[in-house]
């Protein structure tokens, strides 16, 4: 599986971002899908995710209620947007797909396949 992801770029803070993830796979919805991002000098860290079966999201207490993660069957893409950036929103973001158990779902090890990253650079 190859992923494709879009939408980076700079942006003031309390601006918005729609990072795209498209997947060669015909299969897509099959698998979940997971945001992460990684800031400079920082480990990896979950963003969100939303699974295969059922569709549930999931999104880390650190951009609850400002992040939403959806599917776009036509597209075949999963979707982030992103309002009311803020400063320390900025990391490169990576998209990843794989099958993970709900207790894995927001580790990196739950994921099989992952995009090369797009960079989020939010201004103060």
């Known amino acids: 599986v190859q992923l494709q992801a879009s939408g980076g770029g700079l942006v003031q803070a309390g601006g918005s971002l729609r990072l795209s993830c498209t997947a060669s796979t015909r299969t897509y919805s099959r698998y979940s899908v997971g945001w992460f991002r990684e800031a400079p000098g920082k480990e990896r860290e979950f963003v969100a995710a939303v699974r295969s079966s059922g569709g549930n999201s999931y999104y880390a207490d650190s951009v609850k209620g400002r992040f939403t993660i959806s599917r776009d069957v036509a597209k075949n893409s999963v979707d982030l947007q992103m309002n009311s950036l803020k400063p320390e929103d900025t990391a490169v973001y990576y998209c990843?797909?794989?099958?993970?158990?709900?207790?894995?779902?927001?580790?990196?090890?739950?994921?099989?396949?992952w995009g090369q990253g797009t960079l989020v650079t939010v201004s103060s």
């Open positions: 990843a797909v794989g099958t993970p158990i709900l207790s894995n779902l927001r580790q990196k090890a739950g994921y099989h396949y």
